[in-house]
C-alpha cells in the first residue's frame, strides 16, 4: 500500500515477486490503510485508520466497502469468511456463500480487542482485557457466550485443536474434544 500524506490517500499496489512487476493498482481511497490481509483468490481485505473496512478485488470491481467503525478484523483460515470487530457490534460476513452475515452486539463490545477463529468456521473467540469468550453463530440469543480463560493472551492451535494462553501458572492449555472439531466439519 503507498499512502500520499499529502493527499491523505492511499493505493493498493499488488505486486507480483516471480515477475517482478506490478500486476494491478486499484483507485487511490481516501485516509490510511492499517491492516490489510489476502481474503483468497484476487481478494484483499483493507482496514483504514477512519474504521472503514474494503474488500478489494483486483479481478472485478476494484474496492468495495463493506463496513464502518472497524477496531480489527480476523479472516477465517479457509478465507471463506471474515469478522468485523466494531464498536458497537461484531460483524461476520461470508464470501462465496449464500449466507450474508451475522451481527452480534456482544456485552461490553466496545473493549473487545480483537477476534479470531475456530476450525470450523463457525465459531469465534473473542478477547477482550483478562478474558476470552467463545461465540457460536447459531447462538443469537448470547445464552452460551462462554468464558474459555481469565487472560490477555490467548491463541488458538487450530492443528491441535487447543487453546493455550497465560495466566498466574504460567502457559496453560485447554484442549477442546475431538469429536467437537470432527463434527463442526461436517
Known amino acids: ?9 492511499s493505493t493498493i499496489v499488488v505486486y507480483d515477486k516471480f515477475l517482478e512487476k506490478i500486476q494491478s493498482t486499484a483507485e487511490n481511497v481516501g485516509g490510511k490503510n492499517v491492516k490489510l490481509e489476502w481474503a483468497g483468490g484476487n481478494k484483499i481485505a483493507v482496514a483504514q485508520d477512519d474504521g472503514s ?4 478485488d483486483s479481478g472485478k470491481s476494484g474496492l468495495a466497502k463493506i463496513a464502518d467503525d472497524v477496531k480489527d478484523f480476523a479472516l477465517a483460515d479457509d478465507s471463506s469468511a ?18 450474508d452475515y451475522y451481527r452480534f ?5 466496545s473493549s473487545a480487542v480483537y477476534v479470531s477463529w475456530y476450525r470450523d468456521n463457525g465459531h469465534l473467540f473473542v478477547h477482550y482485557p483478562r478474558e476470552v469468550k467463545f461465540l457460536d453463530f447459531k447462538d443469537g440469543a448470547l445464552l452460551n457466550f462462554a468464558t474459555v480463560a ?10 491441535t485443536n487447543a487453546f493455550y494462553f497465560s495466566d498466574s501458572k504460567g502457559l496453560e492449555k485447554i484442549q ?3 469429536y467437537l472439531a470432527e463434527t463442526s466439519q461436517s
Request: charge should be negative.
Open 1 to 9: 500500500t503507498v499512502w500520499n500524506k499529502a493527499a491523505n490517500t
Open 53 to 56: 473496512l474494503y474488500i478489494y
Open 82 to 99: 471474515l469478522a468485523a470487530l466494531e464498536q458497537g457490534a461484531l460483524e461476520v460476513f461470508f464470501f462465496n456463500q449464500d449466507k
Open 105 to 109: 452486539n456482544l456485552p461490553q463490545m
Open 150 to 159: 481469565e487472560t490477555d493472551a490467548g491463541k488458538y492451535a487450530e492443528k
Open 176 to 178: 477442546f474434544p475431538t
